[in-house]
């Protein structure tokens, strides 16, 4: 892609596989008005058992959360998170009264993770059956360590790169920009988060581990908010746009010499 193409229009770049990708988490989120019949253990055990030959594993978490109003914080309110994983934990589905997430860290392919997508949002159609949803977001978060981290401006554009290409590189310790975009013809909004994390650091403890080394992040969430009728089929098809307009801002990102890096063939 040249420095006068935009990743925010045309069609997405072919894929090219990366046989040592650094992506660290793919997540899908879709949020729905509240169905308080969610907490109940009676309530929730059917979609448990539409979901449970893929994500045999159960374990509940409770999750506090605080509610603000016109004089600040008035309460905070506790609720169950349904987590459902896999055998080898590299997949996990959350259902909660408000929201169904699929996330892996062991992603593979675009299709593989939205042909899984639509089937925990069919089970959620048959059994939770929110009827409406207030937002759909996509978020992939790549991670750059080791060698390849000291080697960072020859992965990515000079913009991107940004104080780490410059001489106060060897003094910095923590370093994260951020973009929001707005996506052509209303489509929703990209946030793009990149930069230098510290070692036992994280900018998103839910989504991103800690690790024992400095490491450079890219995170971009793909999201749209509006309320909408459930359709399982048109949601599918969304998160896809979304999957593939943060591949296209991917690939603006890095350099062909990132692509070889991590075993592609650009």
Known sequence: MTANETPLT??????????????VRVIAQVQFP???SVEKRDFMAPFQEAVRAEYPVLRPEQ???????QQGMTDTRENTLWRFHDAGGAWRVTLAPDFLAL???LYTSRD??????????DALVAYVNPKMIDRLGVRYIDRVTGDNLRDLTQLVRPEISGILSTSLASYAYHAISEAVFVLPDNAGQLTARWGLVPARGTVDPAAVDAIDEPSWLLDIDAFQAETRELDVDATVQLA????ERIYSVFRW?????FLRRYGGQP
């Open 63 to 69: 999750n506090r959360s605080i509610v603000f109003g």
């Open 10 to 23: 045309g069609p997405p770049p072919a894929e090219v596989v990366l046989r040592d990708a650094p992506l």
């Open 34 to 36: 509240l169905v308080a």
């Open 103 to 105: 996330e892996t860290s």
């Open 253 to 257: 990102v890095v350099t062909d010499t």
């Open 112 to 121: 593989d993770f939205l042909d899984r997508l639509k089937r925990v949002l």
């Open 240 to 243: 896809r746009g979304f999957a």
